[in-house]
């Protein structure tokens, strides 16, 4: 028996999907902020029960494990990190603070800076320079460099970027600095950019570098502390990490950056969410997470989920790796619902996984968005929550209803749970709106897919109020980025630049640095135990006509196996540059074929392929009406009244469930709001639409 | 006459006519899918174009017109360039017949006499046709040439006297007729450029129009044309609407404020930009009257349409963000350019560095007099620099190269109440992306050596402006350099009793036997391993510096925005430590009775 384990480590919860074959199983866990390893080690033991096995003999049988976390998210939203510096080329101290100009709303004056990770008192240079063809102008000033580095170490640096002028092309003095931090400040964390993202220009690269320094220590410790417990604990193979690109990769891979886990779980779910959508023939998909603490968007085209590099902002900060597209709304089950002058707010603050809502009985005093819907029927204290994890409390609830709620806006508990569940759906369709209207998209022509914890209570609410006619909710709904992380390939997407015309292109050069990139990304796949000739290999190559800014990649040859870069020759580089000139007419409307190219670099994407869910969908089975097992109070909207709830585990594909009805699954509950109806399909999965 | 011209492109236009309904969230989808459409538009020129000014800096807008010519939609851009599309396409507007407009049709113009900018700046437009062959929209992009084939390369004469000698005006022309693109017209072009990345530049700007009219088409498609119409008036309406509710909040009154450039390019000193913003139930008049009129100034005259921009850049800079920015805009003021004056010049005159001044001083005047009744939305939208020091050579194929010095700096990043000045420039001009020294030096044979901020050049206040950047540039070959010099004598000024900006100073040949200051502007040979040298201006200060949170102060000696001295003598806060320890502390007791001391002596001073 082998088993495949996706994990997500999300703000409240800890999120499991373990494949066994075609079988899935899920499972749930309060997150450990202060350590989430804990947190792992706890789900994985349940995971093992729920097995019959011992967490031993699970993680002994395991073949992979692939992980995403929101730990360098949270450095970044938090501003939480090591104390951070900089040193970088002599005259070029304020780039990172100007940031090419750059300001996230140009129309509005009151927009706050955001805050420095390395102020410029952290950031210090050093005379040297590299010119563009790697030739040595200055040499590097080592007493300089001393000097420079002491200071960073009087101000307690823990963590230093090194960013120097065209280190890309040359990283001699990148590399000399980085021994002398380490010799100096030994201890210190260092990111050095031509490791981090060996291309130009300097803001981009310093800002991605300066980020990695930033949130690297804690995700590099965390990733540390993971691996030893996980192999402490019987697992033998590596831990694949997901990666914000949609792709996974090692563990020893990301240790020069980290910063690629950045958003890795929201990447999870759409690459999961375009895997389900296809297999259900919905290949235009508004994904939506709706988990403790945030609501996650992000749309899905013909089954796809681009990946962009470069001009990326990130929660404030420029980081030029490739990233999925995914818009973030601070609004989860744990969102604080207050009155503000007057008047409701819900969120953006979250009660987080401790104390959480006041429901979980932890400690928490303020009134949440769960506790609002448990006071609406629509969660219940006598169902289990969390997989049985814990059972919901309704003590404290109505107290705090009436105190934070109730009594400011004169009203009753059970309308001011009324107007959270209210407010809180017209967040997140205004969240919706920004996206696909920002996008020109009409969000009537998508189906809506629904994951996370809280995601189906609203799902269907939300399709009525975006006029969207399908809703899927995957059965594995709660856990489904740990199974969209499942369903990723190991990947490793990466660049060398080489600045030349294409007329005076060296064919050696080309080769030897598709060789290198080759050679580096067969050996990290190598060491995961996946084998070299399983490795597609696609070689591009980055071009422009002189004067452009904006390169073009351009697809030179997919192979496999080993040192397959030798195949390049001047014949190739013809057809390269042919391939360059049409592809620019289809991208642009036009080419400039009398002039010779620009060469910017050269590109490798390494992808190999492991076995992944199966997705499934259809309605073959016979549809029968579905028997509920209960009712209780509730309001679906249209007030008080009794409805029926269904068991999740209890429907059967062809199973139907009218309005108004309440499904209560493991880890989430699906509330079919009144002109809506449930249907179970052949994967056991939920599809709802317009009532008849 | 352009005067003529130009009171019949302002005149107010009518709403479009639709007999459909629509609901809000339905004109908020279109509004959106409009502004997707010029961003997706702007996006491909910026990635299509050749040269550096456009791909790089992002120097491009995109704006939709509706068939009446007003302004439908527009993308994040520039603003004060987004507005200058509207009057360049109804000049063509006014000969459609004439024209031939038709489906796949695309127009360029640059003409200032004819609704254009000044001349680097070319609109190329392409109409979108419903199903009955009725107009509906009209995609423009709005992007700045590097070179306008006039006297001198680059498209900037500090010498010009008239529009003659800056280059080709073109007040409309067809490029393409029905989607054949006139080779005969675009052959003209690009024979008067003389870079020769031009040709792509401006195949860029046509296949971005057409792309934009291509997704028009689409959207009327899905929508139905009259839909489309109706979303139009509804949004534009509701600006209108939601810009007076704004205005009605304002206390009634006339404020006025001068503002002055040190000299025009010949050395005529103090060029006045006046103006008087009078409040009045929901109603603003924005009027320029007394603005400088000395027939003999050289290069101070911005174009009307220009003129109309700048001041509309600064006037939504200080209502609520969230107004959706379209023709409602110019619905809801009127604003008032006299006639003659260097903000709406006579026919014929050079129109090329008027975009940098007077255009700016439109928007700090505007400012300054709204300063007071509006201090939580007061920063000056401005550039203050003369022009940027252009580098122009000649590479080893026989071909001219042009370094325009879009530069990453920081210059004019002003504070507002609450908040100092941060970032680069001016929030306004927070999508024009600056060139970067790994793109230049990969193209241009120069070396950048620095460009980080000078302690002290931050205005002080109680909010602080940010200190400007001194860019030290190498050239290493020998080349020609364009350089205008103002805002030394006349810097950005403080707002509410804050510290105007450090000065502007521009130096070339820095460190050799033959250094010099550029005191006006030039045009001069530079041999090879030559060194310039501009210190850009700060930000300006906001309110009182002695009301500055001491602590504040303490940070900002940490980080050398300020000095210890400057500390001292303009905040009046005392520190003892050094920078270099890293042990600054804060000596409240002296600060205390510094402030006092500094107070009684500016009361007491004449």
């Not at chain 1, 100007?98 to 952290?122: F, H, N, Q, S, T």
């Not at chain 1, 803001?203 to 995700?219: K, M, Y």
Request: hydrophobic share 40%.
């Amino acid at each position: 028996m082998s088993y495949r384990i996706g994990i997500d480590v999300g703000g409240t919860f800890t999120d499991f999907a373990l494949l066994d074959g075609h079988e899935v199983l899920l499972e749930k866990v309060s997150s450990t902020p202060e350590d989430n390893s804990q947190a792992v080690m706890a789900g994985l033991e349940k995971l093992a029960q729920a097995r019959g096995i011992s967490l031993g003999e699970l993680l002994a049988d395991a073949e992979a494990i692939v992980h995403g976390t929101t730990v360098a998210d949270n450095a970044l939203i938090q501003m939480k990190g090591p104390v951070t510096g900089l040193l970088t080329t002599a005259g070029f101290r304020d780039e990172l603070e100007l940031r090419r100009g750059y300001k996230e709303d140009i129309w509005d004056v009151r927009l706050e800076p955001p805050p420095a990770i390395a102020p410029r008192r952290r950031r210090l240079t050093v005379p040297e320079r590299i010119r563009a063809d790697g030739s040595i102008h200055t040499p590097l000033d080592e007493a300089a460099a001393r000097r420079a580095i002491e200071g960073l170490g009087r101000q307690g640096v823990e963590s230093i970027a090194i960013s120097l002028l065209f280190a890309f092309v040359n990283p001699v003095h990148e590399k000399r600095l980085g021994e002398l931090v380490q010799e100096i400040l030994p201890g210190v964390a260092i990111s050095l950019s031509h490791r981090v993202l060996p291309r130009a220009p300097e803001f981009e690269r310093t800002s991605t570098t300066v980020v990695n320094a930033f949130v690297g220590p804690g995700v590099s410790g965390y990733l540390d502390r993971l691996v030893e417990r996980l192999s402490g604990a019987g697992y033998a193979r590596d831990l694949l990490v997901m990666q914000s690109s949609g792709g996974v990769m090692t563990r020893e891979y990301l240790r020069d950056m980290p910063i690629r886990i950045l958003a890795s779980g929201p990447a999870g779910g759409v690459i999961g969410g375009a895997r389900v959508g296809a297999a259900k023939s919905e290949e235009d998909l508004l994904c939506v997470d709706m988990g403790g603490t945030s609501y996650d968007v992000s749309v899905v085209m013909g089954g796809q989920a681009p990946a962009n590099a470069g001009w990326n902002w990130h929660h404030r900060y420029l980081v030029a790796v490739p990233m999925i597209q995914v818009e973030t709304l601070g609004a989860g089950g744990g969102s604080i619902c207050h009155v503000h002058h007057g008047a409701l707010e819900v969120g953006p603050e979250s009660a987080g996984a401790e104390p959480g809502p006041i429901c979980y009985g932890r400690g928490g005093q303020q009134p949440t968005v769960t506790d609002a819907i448990l006071i609406l029927g629509l969660l219940s204290p006598d169902s289990e929550f969390a997989g049985g994890a814990f059972s919901l409390k309704r003590e404290g609830v109505d107290a705090a209803f009436e105190r934070e709620l109730a009594g400011p806006l004169s009203c009753s508990v059970e309308e001011a749970a009324f107007d959270c569940w209210r407010l809180v759906n017209a967040n997140m369709t205004q969240a919706v709106r920004r996206t696909t209207a920002g996008r020109g998209i009409d969000p009537r022509s998508l189906s809506l897919l629904a994951y996370g914890g809280n995601g189906p209570v609203f799902a269907a609410i939300q399709a009525e109020d975006l006029g969207i006619e399908c809703v899927l909710i995957p059965r594995t709904s709660p856990a489904f980025s740990a199974l969209g992380m499942l369903a990723a390939s190991p990947t490793i997407d990466e660049e060398r630049s080489y600045l030349v015309s294409a007329q005076e292109a060296e064919i050696s050069r080309i080769s030897a640095l598709w060789q290198e990139l080759e050679a580096r990304a067969l050996g990290y796949f190598l060491d995961a135990g996946f084998p070299k000739e399983e490795v597609a290999l696609r070689f591009q190559m980055n071009l422009r006509y002189p004067g452009q800014n904006w390169s073009l990649s351009v697809e030179v040859a997919t192979k496999g196996g080993e040192s397959a870069a030798g195949f390049f020759d001047a014949g190739a580089m013809e057809k390269t540059i042919h391939r360059f000139h049409e592809l620019h007419e289809e991208e642009y409307g036009y080419n400039r074929q009398q002039e010779s190219p620009e060469i910017t670099g050269v590109r490798l994407v390494s992808r190999t392929s492991i076995p992944e869910p199966v997705f499934a969908g259809g309605f073959s089975a016979e549809p029968r009406q579905a028997e509920p097992q209960g009712s209780r109070r509730a309001n679906l909207g249209r007030g008080f009244e009794e409805t029926p709830i269904y068991r999740g585990p209890d429907l059967a594909p062809g199973d139907r469930v009218t309005a108004p009805g309440i499904i209560e699954e493991t880890f989430t509950t699906i509330v079919v709001y009144p002109g809506w109806e449930a249907r179970v399909d052949d994967a056991g999965d939920y599809r709802l639409m317009r009532a008849p | 006459m352009s005067y003529e011209i130009n009171r019949r492109l302002v005149r107010p236009r009518q709403a479009l006519e639709t007999s459909a309904e629509i609901d809000s969230v339905t004109a908020g989808i279109i509004r959106g899918a409009f502004e997707t459409i010029c961003f997706e538009t702007a996006t491909h020129l910026g990635r299509a174009a050749s040269s550096a000014i456009i791909n790089q800096s992002n120097e491009r807008n995109a704006s939709i017109m509706d068939g009446h010519g007003r302004l439908a939609g527009l993308s994040v851009g520039i603003p004060q360039l987004l507005f200058i599309s509207p009057l360049a396409v109804r000049w063509g507007l006014e000969h459609f017949k004439i024209d031939d407009w038709g489906p796949g049709d695309v127009f360029v113009g640059n003409d200032p006499d004819h609704g254009g900018g000044h001349l680097p700046d070319y609109n190329v437009y392409a109409p979108c046709f419903d199903a009955d062959g009725k107009l509906l929209a009209i995609q423009a992009l709005q992007a700045h040439q590097g070179d306008t084939g006039g006297k001198d390369p680059g498209g900037f004469s500090v010498d010009a006297t008239d529009i003659y000698q800056e280059g080709m005006a073109i007040p409309r022309l067809k490029l393409v007729h029905r989607g054949q693109a006139r080779h005969d017209a675009l052959e003209m072009l690009v024979r008067n450029n003389r870079f020769p990345s031009f040709s792509g530049d401006i195949a860029a700007m046509v296949s971005g129009a057409q792309r934009g009219a291509q997704l028009l088409d689409e959207l009327a498609t899905k929508w139905g044309a009259d839909q489309v119409r109706a979303a139009i008036n509804w949004n534009i309406r509701e600006t209108e609407r939601r810009f007076r509710e704004e205005v009605s909040c304002w206390p009634d009154g006339c404020y006025e404020a001068d503002v002055w450039i040190d000299h025009d390019t010949v050395g005529n000193e103090d060029v006045r930009v006046h103006v008087a913003c009078t409040v009045a139930g929901d109603a603003l008049t924005v009027d320029l009257t007394g603005s400088d009129d000395r027939p003999e100034l050289v290069c101070v005259w911005n174009t009307f349409s220009n003129s109309r921009g700048y001041a509309m850049a600064q006037l939504v800079s200080m209502v609520d963000p969230s107004i959706i920015k379209n023709e409602g805009l110019f619905d809801a003021v009127e604003i008032i350019l006299p006639e003659g004056t260097i903000v709406q010049p006579p026919p014929d005159k050079p129109a090329a560095l008027g975009a940098f001044h007077p255009a700016c001083e439109i928007g700090e005047a505007i400012c300054i007099a709204l300063s007071q009744i509006l201090p939580r939305r007061s920063s000056p939208q401005v550039y203050k620099l003369g022009m940027p020091n252009a580098v122009i050579g000649v590479d080893a194929n026989g071909q001219m190269w042009m370094d325009q010095g879009v530069d990453v700096r920081a210059s004019d990043a002003s504070a507002t109440e609450g908040i100092d000045g941060w970032g680069s420039m001016c929030s306004g001009l927070g999508n024009l992306v600056l060139a970067q020294a790994e793109d230049a030096e990969s193209r241009f044979p120069v070396l950048n050596l620095s460009r980080e901020m000078t302690t002290d050049t931050g205005g002080a206040g109680r909010w602080r402006g940010q200190p400007g950047t001194r860019n030290v540039k190498q050239v290493l070959e020998p080349t020609t350099a364009v350089a205008w010099m103002v805002s030394k004598k006349h810097p950005l000024r403080g707002l509410r009793g804050g510290d105007d900006a450090g000065p502007y100073s521009n130096f070339f040949e820095v460190g050799s036997e033959n250094e010099y200051e550029i005191e006006n502007s030039v045009q001069a040979q530079l041999p090879a391993d030559a060194v310039i040298a501009y210190q850009y201006g700060g930000g300006a200060g906001f309110e009182d510096a002695l009301l500055r949170d001491p602590e504040a102060v303490r940070e900002d000696v940490l980080d050398e925005y300020v000095s210890v001295e400057a500390a001292r003598a303009r905040y009046g806060v005392v520190l003892h430590g050094s920078v270099e320890a890293y042990d600054i502390e804060l000596d409240l007791e002296a600060t205390r009775r510094l402030r006092e001391e500094l107070r009684a002596a500016r009361e007491s001073a004449p």
